[in-house]
């Protein structure tokens, strides 16, 4: 069974441009959520999806920040217009049920604003 | 609000050294606790995890027993090995939508 898959693995863009990442949960996995680790610090949470409704968005920074699950299975995490500060690594996760099972992580997506 | 707290790193130990990585939580209710793993060059991976107090987790040699009245849920390992070299992050589950909360992580290298 193919894990969490994240597109691309690495990203380097200057500052002012758009990005767009990419999460392919587990199949069937209703949950997905994103998380940011900036710079070797905590793994913060982004947001959390339930099949194509955004559950829970409350780490999003800013209005720059958009992410969307059409269909709910894939979702993307798009940055527009990305700042220095947005550099990081950003990961995915899935689960089965939010409260009780194991959420998979995806590799993360390393992305360098210049 | 939640939040965890973990020794900073790097920690460096020689091969068979005991490891402890402290970790301690605030939280609202009886979170579930893990401890994550990142091995280079890949993505994060559940280590072990506790869900209720006095429960202990383990996996792979390591240990963490979920401590109530200290709110601690410290990563032990009795003899490590150069394969263990990795950053490792303890969370707990948030009670209500299932997100994780993580401390900033402990990178740890262990040299032959």
């Known amino acids: 069974e193919a894990g969490v898959t994240q597109f691309p693995s690495h990203s380097v863009i200057e500052k002012g441009q758009t990005v767009t990442l990419r999460c392919d949960p587990i199949?069937?996995?209703?949950?997905l959520y994103w998380y940011r680790r900036v710079m070797g610090k905590e793994i913060k949470f982004l947001l959390h999806?339930?099949?194509?409704?955004?559950?829970?968005e409350s780490g999003m920074p800013n209005n720059r920040f958009l992410a969307e699950r059409t269909g709910g299975t894939y979702s993307t995490l798009k940055v527009q217009p990305a700042e220095l500060e947005d550099s990081g690594v950003y990961f995915c996760?899935?689960?089965?049920?939010?409260?009780?099972?194991?959420?998979?992580f995806g590799q993360g997506t390393r992305l360098t604003v210049v | 609000g939640n939040s965890v707290t973990q020794m900073e790193g790097p920690v460096t130990l020689s091969e068979e050294a005991f490891l402890t990585i402290n970790c301690t939580y605030t939280a609202t209710g009886y979170p579930s606790l893990f401890w994550y793993v990142q091995y280079p060059g890949e993505g994060l991976q559940l280590l072990l995890k506790a869900t209720k107090a006095d429960d202990k987790g383990s996996n792979k040699g390591f240990e963490a027993t979920y401590r109530k009245e200290t709110t601690s849920f410290h990563l032990e390992k009795g003899s490590v090995q150069v394969s263990d070299s990795a950053v490792y992050f303890c969370?707990?589950?948030?009670?209500?939508?299932?997100?994780?909360?993580f401390g900033q992580g402990t990178e740890l290298s262990v040299k032959p």
């Open positions: 969370a707990l589950r948030d009670n209500q939508g299932g997100k994780l909360i």
């Open positions: 996760a899935s689960s089965q049920v939010s409260h009780n099972t194991e959420a998979f």
């Open positions: 999806f339930v099949k194509e409704s955004k559950q829970d």
């Open positions: 199949s069937g996995h209703d949950n």
